[in-house]
C-alpha cells in the first residue's frame, strides 16, 4: 500500500512538472523570430519554419551590408553582392576622399586621384591659412605665401583689437597708440555699466565721482527692490527712513488682507486690536 501511495505521489509531481519543462523547452516563436533577425545568442534557428529562415536570412544580410558600410565588424565582403560592393566602394572612396579635405581621420592619399589629391591640399592649405588668421586651429607661416602672411597678420591684428574692445583675451603690445586710447575708453565703459547693473568685474576704484553717484543710486534701487519683494539679499540698513517706514506698512497691509483672506502668510500677532476684531473667528 506505501509503494502504491508513493507511486501516485511520484505522478503527481511529474505532472505538475511537465508544463513547466515543456514551456521551457518551447520558446515563444515570435521572440525567437525576432532574436534570430537581431542576431541575438538566445535564437534557435532550428525553431523557424522555412520561411521564417528566408526573412532571418536577408535580415542577415543587411546587417552585414550596413556593418560594411558603418565599418563595424564583423562584415564579411564576400557575403556582398556585386551591386552592393560597387556600392561600397563608392561609399567609401567618397569617405575617404571627405575625410582627407576635412583634414580628419581616416585619411589615406594614396587612394585619391591626382586632381582629389590637388583639391585635397587645397582645402589643407586654407585650414592652415584660416588657422593663422583667427588663432583657431593649427598655424604654419611656412606654408603661407609671403602675401598670405600679411593676410594673417592683419587678421590677428584686427581679431586682437575687437577682443580688446569686447572684453576678451586681450595684448596690449599688439595694439597701436590710437587703439589703446579706443581699449582703455571701451574697458573703463565696461567697467561703469558692470558697476552700475551689479555685474561682477565692477572696479570701483576706476569710476569717476559722478559714476560713482550714478552706481550708488542704482545699487540703492536694487536693494530696494529686493526688500520690497521680500527676499533675503535685503539689506534694511541701506534703506531710508521713509522707505523703511513705507516697507513697513506695505508689510502690515499684506499681513492683514492674509489674515482677513485666509491666504498667504498670516501673522495674527502683528494685528492692531481693530484689525483683529474684523478677522473672523476659526
Known amino acids: 500500500m506505501k509503494v ?31 532574436d534570430c533577425k537581431s ?11 522555412q520561411s521564417e529562415s528566408g526573412d532571418v536570412a536577408f535580415a542577415d544580410h543587411q546587417r552585414n551590408v550596413a556593418n560594411c558600410r558603418e565599418r563595424f565588424e564583423p562584415c564579411d ?40 589629391a590637388r583639391e585635397a591640399a587645397l582645402a589643407e592649405h586654407q585650414r592652415t591659412l584660416a588657422g593663422c588668421k583667427n588663432g583657431g586651429g593649427a598655424c604654419d607661416y ?12 592683419v587678421a590677428r591684428r584686427e581679431l586682437n583689437l575687437s577682443d580688446c574692445t569686447g572684453g ?15 581699449v582703455t575708453k571701451a ?14 568685474g565692477c572696479d570701483h576704484s576706476r569710476l569717476t565721482p559722478s559714476e560713482s553717484r550714478q552706481t550708488a543710486i542704482a545699487e540703492h534701487q536694487r536693494n530696494l527692490s529686493v526688500c520690497k519683494e521680500g527676499r533675503e539679499t535685503c539689506d ?8 523703511a517706514s513705507a516697507l513697513a506698512a506695505a508689510e502690515r497691509k499684506r ?26 473667528s476659526e
Open 4 to 34: 502504491s501511495l508513493w507511486k501516485y505521489w511520484a505522478q503527481v509531481a511529474c505532472l505538475g512538472v511537465w508544463p513547466i519543462l515543456l514551456f521551457a523547452q518551447s520558446p515563444d516563436p515570435a521572440q525567437n523570430l525576432s
Open 39 to 49: 542576431g541575438r545568442e538566445a535564437c534557435d534557428r532550428s525553431k523557424l519554419t
Open 77 to 116: 565582403h564576400s557575403q556582398l553582392t556585386e551591386r552592393e560592393a560597387i556600392a561600397l566602394a563608392l561609399a567609401e572612396h567618397r569617405n575617404n576622399l571627405s575625410n582627407c579635405k576635412d583634414g580628419i581621420s581616416p585619411c589615406d592619399q594614396s587612394r585619391l586621384t591626382q586632381s582629389e
Open 142 to 153: 611656412s606654408k603661407l605665401t609671403q602675401l598670405e602672411v600679411r593676410e594673417a597678420g
Open 168 to 182: 576678451g583675451v586681450c595684448d596690449h603690445s599688439k595694439l597701436t597708440p590710437s587703439e589703446a586710447v579706443a
Open 187 to 200: 574697458e573703463h565703459q565696461r567697467n561703469a555699466q558692470s558697476c552700475e547693473n551689479g555685474w561682477d
Open 236 to 243: 534694511y540698513s541701506k534703506l531710508t527712513p521713509s522707505e
Open 255 to 280: 499681513n492683514y488682507t492674509a489674515c482677513l483672506t485666509k491666504y498667504d502668510y498670516c501673522d495674527r500677532s502683528r494685528l492692531t486690536p481693530a484689525e483683529a476684531r474684523a478677522i473672523p
